[in-house]
């Protein structure tokens, strides 16, 4: 290996001729249904074809052959003009990811969020939760925030680890899902995610490394044991009911991905599909509408963010 490469930190895959892919993944399973698709068979599928061909072929179903396509479609077409915005008399509240406050960058905090959302003249909060607190001990301020609110007309936007916070939060108080009128997740880790296993599968050794680094850290071992399959606890299927759900989702390819986010993207390869930090099926509220944003990782890092979120908030605006 050459000096030159190894001084560079972030060597993406190489680019793949992403229209021949979409043009293969056309023939896989014609007449099956995206809501047919589980995490098995897509397992099975990648094993088959490849993690480039099975990630094409989701995204393709659920464009094309899914409950989210009319809504896709529509929203694809939705013209925004910044001059001639709806107003909302809900109030916008954003349950922030991990770390929103030590890495700011990833922008964890819903900022953009809220900006955008005062350009429809609502009101926003960011539920200020320990961004290194686990998910049970989140769920809780959270609650604790919903008891307090005398708002009955909540749009909530939740990022990444938020969102299993918030589920959390839902589900063991469902008489404050009243108070919601529309939950927004984005890149939500609402499941029990295969990443955790592989970490709590390391050798004793190693794992107690884990847990030295993360006490230094301030973080407790529970932010990576709750989302284990063994001792997790958001095994249960999702019982959620709001009215309005939506799920932005984020579809990558490996070539679309750089860094250590590539590398997690690698790991879960084995499982299927994912967004370098959980697999695209568990990111899904599963009575949402999917709006997939092509060629996006995890951290959203693209213009689409902008322009869907106006989206969505003017669709919000209408329902």
């Keep these: 290996m050459s000096l030159l490469r190894k001084l560079q930190s972030y060597i993406p895959d190489r680019s793949i001729d992403e229209f021949e892919l979409f043009e293969e993944s056309k023939k896989l399973y014609p007449k099956l249904k995206f809501e047919e698709i589980n ?3 897509l397992k099975k599928v990648t094993k088959e074809v490849g993690i480039e061909k099975t990630t094409a072929f ?34 916008v509240w954003v349950i922030p990811a991990g770390f929103y406050r030590d ?16 350009h429809f003249g609502a009101k926003s909060r960011l539920i200020e939760v320990n961004p290194k607190g686990s998910v049970t001990n989140n769920a809780n301020e959270i609650i604790f ?26 589900e063991k108080r469902p008489d404050l899902q009243k108070k919601v009128f529309a939950w927004i997740t984005i890149g939500g880790l609402l499941k029990n995610n295969p990443l955790a296993d592989v970490l709590l599968e390391k050798a004793t050794f190693t794992k107690l490394i884990q847990k030295t680094v993360l006490q230094f850290l301030g973080i ?11 001792a ?20 990558p390819l490996p070539s679309h991905m750089q ?50 979120l106006y989206k969505v908030f003017y669709h919000l605006s209408k329902v």
């Design 103 to 118: 890495i700011p960058e990833f922008d964890g905090d819903g900022e953009l969020i809220r900006k955008i959302g005062s």
């Design 232 to 251: 997790g606890i958001l095994s249960s299927p999702i019982n959620i009911q709001i009215k309005n759900q939506i799920t932005l989702l984020p579809v």
């Design 39 to 41: 995490n098995e068979f």
């Design 58 to 91: 989701i995204y393709l179903k659920l464009i094309q052959q899914s409950k989210s396509s009319k809504f896709i479609q529509k929203m694809n077409s939705l013209t925004i003009q910044l001059s001639k915005l709806p107003k909302l008399n809900q109030e």
């Design 259 to 308: 860094g250590n986010i590539l590398k997690k993207h690698r790991i879960l390869a084995e499982f299927g599909p994912n967004d370098g930090y959980c697999l695209l099926l568990d990111s899904i509220l599963p009575n949402s509408m999917i709006l997939p944003s092509w060629g996006t990782d995890h951290y959203f890092r693209t213009p689409m963010l902008s322009q869907n």
């Design 220 to 230: 407790p071992f529970e932010f990576i044991t709750e989302f284990s399959s063994k």
């Design 145 to 170: 925030e919903l008891e307090q609110t005398d708002s009955s007309n909540l749009i909530l936007f939740s990022i990444s680890k938020g969102s299993a916070d918030l589920r959390t939060a839902l």
